[in-house]
């Protein structure tokens, strides 16, 4: 299967998401170090690598869970392109709730584990400004069809779901709003195998449909193929290549893309 | 015809002379006085004014009376005196290093300059009651022998084990700053808070509460591996500036106990390995709640040592220190003792209109 | 303890000083929770020690203070206060809710309405409205600055898809001009519309938490809802077995015990002030004048 490749059009004239020299250590260790790269609108970006490889630190700074050291993460807001890094923080707080979404590994991480499904929903909602009852339980009974959760169970808590079910809830919840920008990090990760593959179905309908901007954290080169157009290969906190999906994965350059690669093929 | 429930107020001038009344007992037994509590039971009263933040041996005294030998109330009554009372002016830091000791134990050296004190401890007694205590026996006097301080000198320097350890740089430096401490019953409690207003709130907590949380971070709840680097107990001077004669004058001696750790540390992201120090003071003979307080100290130090949060109770700032404080907390404990009865009616309502829907919409159904 | 030992209205005047910044403050940012450095009072914490700062923070000798609890004058906590303040400060105290120019309460607001030049000073267990949706008070503290307040509705509409209605029947949340979302202390429900456009200055005293909030008088206050699950103010329906209102919060007595119960205003001088003026209510019988009860 190869990743679909969209044509890069008008839309694309401008980066959402502008990443300029970002670095960011710890002590002597390096988390990550010297990345730069563009995002376009629609597009989404894998970034692999094993652990320890700085793709998480990467994905907190460029998310702004995190300072980077050095560098700037400018994202193109409705007025014009910021630097997210020296906004102030309720500036950033204020777009991660409407213009951004962050996707946890975890979905305990990202769900409130004590609200209904619905609630769960229709949080955004809320924090937007949302004060209908009514308009708000039928858009959350709507996302929940969209996530394949069924209706009855939107007033149960997550704890009641399985584990690909809490995932899902948490995509739904993230992506209510439309927001521009989304973050995943491993977003299949500690889901069995049948789970993931059904997920990964889920989200690659949902970015074309809804023409989603995501930058992808993952280990897993399947979950890449499947969903991104680029890819950015990191080790030791660089990145050691970088590349349509598809040229990278099939005529991997650097010694350490070939190894990865091909441990995948093995299995 | 029904009449409200009155006389709220000859209720409560009855309730409190009939306190008083218990609080005598037995008039036939004879009174205890305030001197014969402060003597006999000083480390009673040592613990109410290193709770009460007063250090006033005879009004902790009087409050344990008052209270009826309940500590936290005794602490209450200390709290609330000394909310009147006028700040004249801040002492000069004391200088434990000058300590006259009557208690100094190290268990990180065998012996060490200025040797080890056991004083007056419980330790090695065996914990068998005394009963000729309670056939008001006389207790032989103890033994006297050459303190650490010679008789007819003043306290001669008694200097801290870390330090020794601190020559070699094995030990974490304390950065030396002249910045006034915060005042915790000054100003409002900012978290997150540096470590001056947390030793503040430490070592005025709840005894309990800091050894509990203590205890806790011994058996894995943030361990530190502490060691007793230093336990004294001893009289210090306080002096006071006085800014007319332009010099510090000795205004009198407390006594305290000052606890030392020395905690094992094999590193961090942002720091070498060495090791690294808790610390805790408190007034009077409270060798229990100084060692709690430097363990506890030591856990909230994570942070500015790159250690991992591990979700420790011990090591969560903000509930160590806004749950630390048993004036608070006794307070809001006991304050449901007070009438809700608008809240519960205004639930009774809620209640009873949830039920009938309910039992209206099962009638519907069936 | 007589007045004499300690100053007018028990703290010393630096203190009072800071508790009064801390009340301007408030004040000019309604509804903003202003952290202040809450003295150990000589009664226990929980027991009305904000109230009582901020009282004695505003008293001045000319004052007349009336305290309630739960609406009424005689219960034991209000008599505790009003006792302390006659105590320590020597103001006249009454009872009459019109003849207050301070009035300390817990947990209501009185049936009558208030004037310019009164002061309603709420006792505050917990002022952080978010507090039970999440402890942790520098998160919160960032919550209000940021104006991050989607949680408190996720709150309520949990509230409508469990019970089908908001399950909050006292200490219900309130927005004030729009901006920052305050916790109205436990009173009921159904005195929330009284809060809004008040004429009186309405000051709040936590003492553990060491907060102080004002509203302003005439300030507008709204309380959280849905636009189709208004906020509605409720009460028992029951007029006052004594007085006959049918508008006042009553409370529910149990009279003996084979389910026997009555209701009867919990604002005790309202009550009074009705039955006076001739009111009588199902169980009641005509009052006494107060001439004749003295």
């Not at chain 2, 009263?45 to 009004?59: C, F, I, K, Q, T």
Request: glycine share 8%; net charge negative.
């Amino acid at each position: 299967m190869t990743a679909p490749l969209r044509t890069l059009t008008a839309e694309t004239d401008r980066p959402l998401l502008q990443v300029q020299g970002l670095t960011k250590s710890y002590g002597a260790r390096i988390g990550c170090a010297h990345i730069s790269f563009d995002l376009f609108p629609g597009e989404v970006m894998g970034i692999v690598g094993e652990s320890g490889s700085g793709k998480s630190t990467l994905l907190s700074c460029l998310a702004g869970h995190m300072a980077p050291d050095t560098g700037r993460v400018i994202f193109d807001t409705g007025t014009g392109p910021v630097d997210t890094v020296t906004m102030a923080e309720a500036e950033r707080r204020r777009m991660a709730r409407t213009d951004w979404a962050f996707v946890h590994q975890n979905p305990r991480d990202g769900l409130r584990m004590g609200v209904s499904a619905g609630g769960n929903v229709g949080e955004r909602l809320m924090a937007i400004g949302a004060r209908h009852y009514g308009e708000i339980r039928a858009t959350a009974t709507d996302w929940l069809a969209r996530v394949e959760i069924a209706a009855d169970r939107i007033d149960d808590r997550p704890r009641a779901f399985s584990g690909g079910m809490q995932q899902r809830l948490q995509i739904a919840r993230n992506l209510v709003t439309g927001p521009r920008l989304v973050f995943m990090d491993e977003p299949t990760g500690g889901l069995d195998v049948s789970v993931q593959a059904r997920l990964l179905d889920l989200l690659r309908g949902l970015v074309r449909e809804m023409g989603l901007s995501v930058i992808i954290v993952t280990h897993d080169l399947a979950v890449v193929r499947l969903l991104a157009d680029r890819l950015m290969v990191m080790k030791g906190g660089h990145v050691v290549e970088q590349g349509l999906t598809d040229q990278v994965l099939d005529d991997p350059q650097h010694a350490y893309t070939q190894l990865l690669v091909s441990s995948v093929l093995q299995v | 015809m029904y009449v409200a429930v009155k006389g709220g107020e000859q209720a409560i001038d009855a309730a409190h002379a009939w306190l008083a009344e218990e609080r005598r007992g037995d008039p036939s037994i004879a009174e205890l006085t305030v001197p014969q509590i402060r003597a006999q039971l000083a480390l009673a009263v040592n613990r109410v004014m290193a709770e009460g933040s007063l250090y006033d041996p005879d009004l902790a005294a009087l409050a344990i009376k008052q209270a009826r030998g309940d500590l936290i109330e005794a602490v209450f009554l200390i709290r609330a005196y000394r909310t009147t009372l006028p700040r004249l002016g801040s002492s000069r830091p004391i200088d434990t290093g000058r300590m006259a000791v009557i208690r100094r134990v190290s268990a990180t050296f065998k012996d060490l300059p200025g040797g080890q004190v056991l004083g007056p401890t419980f330790d090695y007694t065996h914990r068998l009651l005394d009963f000729t205590l309670m056939a008001e026996g006389e207790t032989p006097p103890a033994q006297t022998r050459p303190a650490v301080q010679p008789a007819g000198q003043g306290p001669v320097d008694v200097p801290h084990v870390t330090a020794f350890l601190n020559r070699d740089g094995l030990i974490q430096t304390e950065a030396a700053s002249d910045t006034p401490p915060p005042d915790l019953t000054r100003e409002p409690m900012e978290l997150p808070a540096a470590r001056p207003l947390r030793l503040q709130a430490l070592t005025r907590g709840d005894e309990g509460f800091v050894l509990s949380l203590a205890y806790s971070t011994q058996r894995g709840y943030g361990r530190t591996h502490a060691f007793i680097g230093e336990l004294r107990i001893g009289s210090v001077a306080v002096e006071l500036e006085i800014p007319e004669l332009g010099f510090a004058v000795e205004i009198g001696d407390i006594e305290l106990t000052e606890c030392e750790t020395v905690n094992q540390f094999t590193g961090s992201k942002t720091e070498p390995p060495q090791f690294t120090r808790g610390y805790g003071l408190v007034f009077g003979q409270s060798e229990r709640k100084a060692i709690s307080m430097s363990l506890v100290d030591r856990a909230l130090r994570w942070k500015e040592l790159g250690e991992d949060f591990v979700g420790a109770p011990a090591q969560d700032e903000e509930f160590v220190l806004m749950h630390a404080d048993n004036v608070q907390a006794t307070g809001f404990l006991e304050h449901i003792k007070l009438p809700h009865y608008v809240d519960f009616q205004s639930e009774l309502e809620l209640i009873r209109r949830l039920r009938a829907e309910a039992t209206a919409a099962q009638e519907a159904a069936e | 303890m007589t007045a004499q030992d300690y100053n007018f209205a028990y703290l010393d005047e630096q203190t009072k000083r800071m508790i009064r910044r801390a009340i301007l403050k408030g004040i000019a940012v309604p509804g903003y929770q202003v952290p202040f450095a809450s003295r150990e009072m000589p009664m226990p914490y929980g027991w009305g020690t904000g109230g009582v700062q901020v009282t004695a923070a505003c008293l001045t000798p000319d004052d007349t203070l009336k305290v309630i609890d739960q609406g009424a004058d005689d219960t034991t906590n209000a008599v505790s206060i009003r006792k302390f303040f006659q105590r320590t400060a020597g103001v006249a105290v009454t009872e009459a809710t019109d003849q207050a120019s301070i009035i300390q309460t817990r947990h209501r607001i009185p049936e009558a309405p208030l004037t310019e030049g009164q002061i309603l000073v709420y006792q505050v267990p917990i002022p952080e409205p978010l507090r039970f949706l999440e402890p942790r008070e520098t998160e919160t503290r960032k919550m209000h600055e940021l104006e991050e307040y989607g949680l408190m509705h996720v709150k309520l509409y949990e509230d409508i898809a469990r019970h089908g209605t908001i399950a909050t029947s006292y200490a219900y949340p309130v927005k004030v001009e729009g901006r920052y979302v305050m916790d109205p202390s436990p009173i009921p429900k159904f005195d929330n519309p009284k809060l809004s456009d008040s004429p009186a200055i309405q000051l709040f005293g936590a003492g553990r938490e060491q907060r102080i909030y004002a509203l302003p008088p005439y300030t507008q206050v709204v309380s959280l809802d849905f636009d189709d699950h208004p906020f509605v103010a409720s009460k028992a329906d029951h007029d006052c077995d004594l007085c006959g209102a049918g508008t006042s919060y009553l409370d529910e007595v149990i009279t003996d015990d084979q389910g026997g119960r009555m209701f009867v205003c919990s604002d005790t001088d309202f009550c009074r002030a009705r039955r006076e003026a001739g009111h009588v209510g199902r169980l009641g019988t005509p009052a006494p004048s107060l001439e004749a009860a003295q």
